[in-house]
């Protein structure tokens, strides 16, 4: 008996132990709402803008203003904004920093090694991507409630646009250097909710690639989405726009502009493009 109750002892010793050690390993903060947080991707910098409390959100990375590549460039205004240098970020004494997983590598290093909380966000390719950002970065602030107001709308949106008739008809993206953008992208499932079908995915394209000009000719699609044609000349990136045979497929199929801004991240504005490929396929928003 005697040896039984010192096992047991130890095995409570033991168990204290862990606990203790587990405890110590959870970071400070860990159940603490960030005061001061920076954000260094274009990604991380709308979803903070749209779900951060006031005075929450320090500063948003500098292409958050760039009307190119930000869907929220009005909102970017009232925040100033940081080059993705740790040095600067670690001068703004953040509690929590947000970047992508795949840009600022050395920023991102840099920064955990002073000890500065780094999450990092991958890009979205699809709605429930989206959705999952939102609550992740809801959890991440202590916005649990805003994120979950977003993500509401979304559903609401895309549950009505399923009641909406498909129009089944053939769309390709179509940016500059001829690049599109296949299964497996935010572009593919904005085409999607919109009721069209992808030339690309069609074609066993995935994730973003070129198209040839003749494939796109031969394909004869009912329309053809075009990326942004802003581009300052001479633009070298922009010849497939001009080329004769891409002018007669527009004349034939018609041609709609949907900005880039608008699928490079996940958000409520993706939706925006979803209405613009509708209308340019000429379907009605309203369902029946």
């Known amino acids: 008996m005697t040896n039984r109750a010192n096992h047991r002892g130890k095995g409570a ?17 860990a159940d603490t709402k960030p005061a001061r947080v920076v954000s260094i991707n274009l990604c991380t910098d709308q979803l903070a803008m749209l779900i951060a409390g006031k005075g929450q959100l320090l500063s948003v990375s500098a292409i958050a203003r760039d009307p190119q590549s930000s869907a929220m460039v009005k909102e970017a205004e009232g925040f100033p904004v940081n080059h993705g240098q ?34 990092q966000f991958a890009p979205e390719t699809s709605f429930d991507d989206v959705k999952a950002s939102m609550r992740r970065m809801g959890v991440l602030l202590g916005q649990e409630m805003r994120a979950e107001e977003l993500v509401g709308q979304i559903d609401a949106e895309l549950d009505r646009l399923k009641r909406l ?21 935010l572009a593919h499932a904005a085409l999607e909710a919109a009721g069209l079908e992808n030339l690309a995915a069609r074609l066993g394209i995935q994730g973003t690639a070129s198209i040839p000009l003749e494939a796109l000719v ?43 801004r608008n699928t490079v991240c996940g958000g409520p504005f993706t939706l925006a493009a979803v209405h613009m490929l509708r209308a340019a396929a000429g379907q009605e928003l309203v369902a029946r």
């Open 13 to 29: 010793a033991l168990a204290a132990f862990l606990a203790c050690a587990l405890l110590s390993a959870i970071p400070a903060w």
């Open 86 to 119: 740790a040095e600067e970020i670690f001068l703004q004494k953040p509690d929590l920093v947000l970047a992508g997983v795949y840009t600022t590598r050395a920023t991102v290093g840099l920064l955990k090694e002073l000890n500065i909380r780094v999450e």
């Open 165 to 185: 008739p498909r129009s089944g008809k053939l769309a390709a993206l179509y940016y500059a250097n001829s690049y599109t953008s296949g299964s497996g992208t």
């Open 218 to 260: 031969l394909a004869m699609p009912d329309v053809v989405v075009a990326g942004d044609r802003d581009y300052k000349p001479p633009a070298l990136a922009q010849e497939n726009f001009v080329h004769p045979a891409f002018r007669a497929l527009i004349e034939h199929s018609g041609e709609v502009a949907m900005p880039v």
